[in-house]
């Protein structure tokens, strides 16, 4: 069974930064792309980042390029968010997710994953 469980999260100043991780078990390397969201309380769940795992190849969502960076590590099937120049509207829960099925479903898509991680908090002060 495959499992998804995050950690990194915390709170920090406006201007600072946190990573997480995504640490996968159990068929981790069938992936065909991972993906970070966040839901903020009172809004819907979105798309941060992604990363296809065969091409290595990632996608952001505009309100964080140039200040997260998404990255995996094969060997030690975890996913990272490096997460830089926080600010006080990237407070969220984060939750990792992953997709073992190929699909045209866009990257930003929650359907297009079929694994969760249970999420971890990340709280910006101003």
């Known amino acids: 069974q495959v499992q998804l469980v995050e950690s990194g999260g915390g709170s920090v100043q406006a201007g600072g930064s946190l990573r997480l991780s995504c640490a996968a078990s159990?068929?981790?390397?069938?992936?065909?792309?991972m993906a970070w969201f966040r839901q903020a309380p009172g809004k819907e769940r979105a798309g941060v980042a992604s990363v296809f795992t065969n091409s290595g190849a990632t996608t952001y969502a505009d309100s964080v390029k140039g200040r997260f960076a998404v990255s995996r590590d094969s060997a030690k099937n975890t996913l990272y968010l490096q997460m830089q120049s926080l600010k006080p509207e990237d407070t969220a829960t984060y939750y990792c997710?992953?997709?073992?099925?190929?699909?045209?479903?866009?990257?930003?898509?929650?359907?297009?994953?079929?694994?969760w991680g249970q999420g971890t908090q990340v709280t910006v002060s101003s």
């Open positions: 997710a992953a997709s073992t099925v190929q699909s045209v479903v866009n990257w930003s898509s929650e359907s297009k994953y079929n694994y």
């Open positions: 159990g068929g981790a390397k069938s992936f065909y792309s």
